[in-house]
């Protein structure tokens, strides 16, 4: 790091001199001392809610980073932003405010942090949304900054007819759903998945959306290694929050910037390490965002060709057998570092939090002997990585599939259309999908929906029918969650509402997923395509006012990460 300046450096046209009397008064209204409002003031960005594990813990995570703060010199004030569970909206209108809460968090952490003129800033984050939205906010602002994930939930232990225990996630719940609506476990069977998954606080287990951006913000360099990934109930978490809160009155003294560590190069290694791991289709979108508050040019195809020349060697749950915990006890992200720089697939050179480099993260790795989790690379678990862009005539602008967890390279069937996620859950639960069908779900797009649902809910009950498990194929212009597997594309764009040619699919036609083309087609004419689009109206919005409303009216498409401008 350079020579150190005084981290004082925004904050003294708020708490400075005669003129900010009044301004002193009020903070020390709330327990502020003369002496807290003349040290640098660093903000804390809590998502904390009640509404579900994955945040509800983050109070004392906060209490934690507040005392590293004041250890090291600085005074910490904290404030909260939104957040919205994806497991616990999965499947509901509800869900539909997931994505929206991403482009919220940012801009109320904006909001606040330049109302206050911190010095400094270091996020919370807990749920899927939480760390693209505060990484998004840290680019804004460009003030040193962390981001801090709350960390993972512990494995539910589920009771076995011997007496032994089974490790799950909360994925099992909802495949159990799906086997439960198929006849094929009962009400009992059901009841005991759902009450042994969530053990307590933490978010949910596996490589989905949550585990997988936590380690994105690792390789991006504005989350620390190793603190990272402590689970949410671990004993050393509160340790860890506290060297997060200290770490940022070191990036303070030194102005280490966001703009200085989330550069082109750091955003490829964290492409990267999403493609080794096996991570969520909604690291694409999210990563994109991300470059685009930076104003640093980033595509879809840019994750084709990254995950086509990087290994994929984490055996993690959905695709594999691993929890998030297991990740870590194996040696977590510095293994991951190490292997992959070892490999020349990463530069290691690039400045994270720590203020080390993160080759000199992975120097500090330590690996559990034997442990099964992080393969290394001359025994991937696939030779090339988790994530896969296709095109074609139905998917110009592109389309994301996870290839991590199944083996079926070319899929061809009859189109089974559906209007909304709820249309066709119906469908799936009724048993009136068949072998070979592709269901297309469409106006689920970051304007036709609004806000891009997942679509956990289909995908999970597909997953939990054996004879359509691995026979059916799905796409849409909404999203997956993390947790999804099988062959299923996700971010079809355009989307239908702008009129994409989603639109103009209809019962019975014929789709292809071909990936080793690269292709998603729909077998019928360019003619005929363009006949239907000209026939073709789009929907009335469903929201006429409110966040919903404002948020169809200005966000772009899923190609371009579904930022509002």
């Known amino acids: ?13 708020l708490t400075e001199g005669p003129s900010r009397a009044a301004a002193r008064s009020y903070l020390r209204g709330v327990g502020f001392s003369k002496e807290d409002l003349h040290k640098p003031i660093i903000g804390v960005a809590n ?7 994955c945040n509800f813990h983050l109070r004392e995570v906060a209490a934690a980073v507040k005392q590293g703060i004041r250890d090291a010199g600085g005074t910490p004030m904290e404030f909260n932003t939104v957040t919205i569970s994806d497991g616990i909206t999965m499947g509901t209108e509800g869900m539909k405010a997931s994505l929206i809460s991403r482009e919220v968090i940012a801009d109320s952490i904006e909001l606040v942090a330049r ?18 939205g505060t990484i998004m906010a840290m680019a804004r602002l ?3 900054g962390i981001m801090l994930y709350g960390g993972s939930i512990a494995p539910g232990k589920l009771a076995q007819p011997d007496g032994t225990h089974k490790d799950i996630t909360i994925l099992n719940v909802f495949e159990g759903m799906g086997s439960h609506a198929a006849g094929k476990i009962n009400d009992d069977q059901l009841e005991a998945l759902e009450a042994a998954a969530c053990p307590g606080p933490g978010a949910c287990g596996g490589q989905f959306t949550a585990n997988t951006m936590a380690m994105a ?8 290694f190793n603190l990272t990934g402590v689970p949410a109930m671990s004993a050393e978490k509160a340790s860890a929050s506290r060297e997060a809160g200290r770490m940022i009155m070191d990036l303070c003294r030194h102005d280490v910037r966001p703009s200085k560590i989330l550069t082109r190069k750091a955003i490829d290694n964290a492409i990267v390490a999403v493609c080794a791991s096996g991570g969520s289709t909604n690291a694409v979108l999210h990563l994109i965002a991300i470059a685009s508050e930076l104003g640093i040019p980033l595509s879809m195809d840019d994750f084709d060709r990254i995950s086509e020349k990087t290994p994929f060697i984490c055996d993690l749950s959905p695709g594999g057998k691993y929890a998030a915990t297991d990740y870590q006890e194996a040696g977590g992200s510095r293994v991951l570092a190490k292997r992959l720089i070892d490999a020349g697939l990463m530069d290691g050179s690039q400045p994270t939090v720590s203020g080390r480099t993160i080759s000199e993260e992975a120097a500090l790795a330590v690996e559990t002997p034997g442990q099964p989790v992080i393969h290394t690379l001359d025994k991937p678990l696939k030779a090339t990585g988790g994530l896969v862009i296709l095109k074609g005539n139905l998917a ?4 994301v599939i996870k290839v991590a967890g199944h083996e079926r390279l070319f899929h061809q069937g009859p189109a089974r259309v ?13 048993g009136k999908i068949s072998p070979s069908d592709v269901l297309v779900i469409r106006y689920e797009g970051p304007k036709g929906g609004p806000g891009m649902r997942e679509m956990l809910a289909v995908t999970a009950a597909i997953k939990g029918i054996p004879e359509l498990s691995e026979t059916v194929a799905l796409l849409t212009d909404g999203r997956f969650s993390g947790a999804t597997r099988g062959l299923m594309a996700g971010h079809v764009a355009p989307e239908a509402q702008l009129g994409g040619p989603i639109a103009a699919v209809r019962e019975g036609d014929l789709i292809s997923f071909d990936i080793p083309k690269r292709e998603l087609r729909l077998e019928v004419s360019a003619e005929e395509i363009a006949s239907r689009l000209k026939e073709w109206k789009a929907p009335v919005a469903r929201y006429k006012r409110g966040v919903f409303a404002k948020y169809a009216k200005s966000v772009s498409s899923a190609s371009e990460g579904a930022v509002t401008t």
């Open 115 to 132: 109302g206050n003129l911190f010095d400094g800033i270091v996020c919370i984050a807990g749920c899927d949304k939480n760390m693209p």
């Open 47 to 53: 998502t904390w809610t009640e509404i579900g594990p």
């Open 1 to 13: 790091m350079s020579n150190e300046i005084n981290p004082k450096k925004y904050s003294i046209p």
């Open 396 to 399: 110009p602008e592109g389309c």
């Open 217 to 224: 913000g690792e390789f991006l360099g504005i989350s620390p």
């Open 142 to 144: 460009d003030i040193p």
């Open 418 to 430: 559906f209007d909304s996620e709820d249309a066709c859950h119906a469908a799936v639960e009724a």
